[in-house]
C-alpha cells in the first residue's frame, strides 16, 4: 500500500502542475484583459471628450460666421469691432444675432456704412463726368505728371 500511495501521490502531484499552470494562464490573461479594458475605456473617454470640444468648436464658428454675415449684410465697416460689440450686446441683453446687430446699427450708426442710393451714385457720376473729361483732355494736351495724377484721382473718386 505504500508503493500504490505514493505513486497516487506522485500521480496527482504530476496531473496538478498542468492545471495549475492553465489556471495561472488564465489568471494572467484575464488580468491583461480587465487592465487594457481600462485603458480602452480611458481611451473612449478622452476621444468623447475631444469629439465634445470639437462639436462646441464647429458650433462657435458656424456662430460667428452667421454673425459675419449679417453684419456684412447691415454694411459694417470693421466686421471684428462690430462683431465683438454684437456678441456683448446678446450675452447682456439675451438677443439673438439679427436683433443684437440691429440694435448696434440703431445705437452705433457709426459702424456701419451709410447706404448710397442708386440715385445719389448716379448724380454723383454725372456730375463728375465733365470734369473727368477736362482732366483727361488736359492730362493728353499737357504730358504733365501733375495733371495725370489730377486726372486718376478724378477717377478713382467717381
Same mark, same amino acid.
Given at each position: 500500500?505504500?508503493?500504490?500511495?505514493?505513486?497516487?501521490?506522485?500521480?496527482?502531484?504530476?496531473?496538478?502542475?498542468?492545471?495549475?499552470?492553465?489556471?495561472?494562464?488564465? /489568471?494572467?490573461?484575464? @488580468? !491583461? *484583459?480587465?487592465?487594457?479594458?481600462?485603458? $480602452?475605456? =480611458? +481611451?473612449? &473617454?478622452? %476621444?468623447?471628450?475631444?469629439?465634445?470640444?470639437?462639436?462646441?468648436?464647429?458650433?462657435?464658428?458656424?456662430?460667428?460666421?452667421?454673425?459675419?454675415?449679417?453684419?456684412?449684410?447691415?454694411?459694417?465697416?470693421?466686421?471684428?469691432?462690430?462683431?465683438?460689440?454684437?456678441?456683448?450686446?446678446? /450675452?447682456?441683453?439675451? @438677443? !439673438? *444675432?439679427?436683433?443684437?446687430?440691429?440694435? $448696434?446699427? =440703431? +445705437?452705433? &450708426?457709426? %459702424?456701419?456704412?451709410?447706404?448710397?442710393?442708386?440715385?445719389?451714385?448716379?448724380?454723383?457720376?454725372?456730375?463728375?463726368?465733365?470734369?473727368?473729361?477736362?482732366?483727361?483732355?488736359?492730362?493728353?494736351?499737357?504730358?504733365?505728371?501733375?495733371?495725370?495724377?489730377?486726372?486718376?484721382?478724378?477717377?478713382?473718386?467717381?
Amino acid at each position: 500500500m505504500i508503493g500504490s500511495g505514493g505513486s497516487s501521490g506522485q500521480g496527482v502531484g504530476e496531473a496538478d502542475p498542468p492545471i495549475a499552470h492553465e489556471q495561472l494562464e488564465c /489568471e494572467r490573461r484575464a @488580468l !491583461d *484583459a480587465e487592465r487594457r479594458a481600462e485603458e $480602452l475605456e =480611458q +481611451d473612449l &473617454a478622452s %476621444l468623447r471628450d475631444e469629439v465634445a470640444a470639437m462639436e462646441a468648436a464647429r458650433q462657435q464658428h458656424e456662430q460667428q460666421s452667421e454673425l459675419e454675415g449679417l453684419l456684412r449684410e447691415a454694411g459694417a465697416v470693421d466686421i471684428e469691432a462690430a462683431s465683438a460689440l454684437v456678441r456683448g450686446l446678446m /450675452e447682456s441683453e439675451q @438677443l !439673438d *444675432a439679427p436683433q443684437a446687430v440691429g440694435r $448696434l446699427k =440703431q +445705437d452705433k &450708426a457709426f %459702424l456701419f456704412a451709410s447706404p448710397r442710393s442708386p440715385l445719389s451714385a448716379m448724380s454723383a457720376l454725372a456730375s463728375g463726368s465733365g470734369a473727368l473729361d477736362r482732366a483727361a483732355h488736359a492730362a493728353c494736351r499737357s504730358g504733365d505728371r501733375r495733371d495725370l495724377l489730377q486726372y486718376l484721382r478724378l477717377r478713382r473718386g467717381a
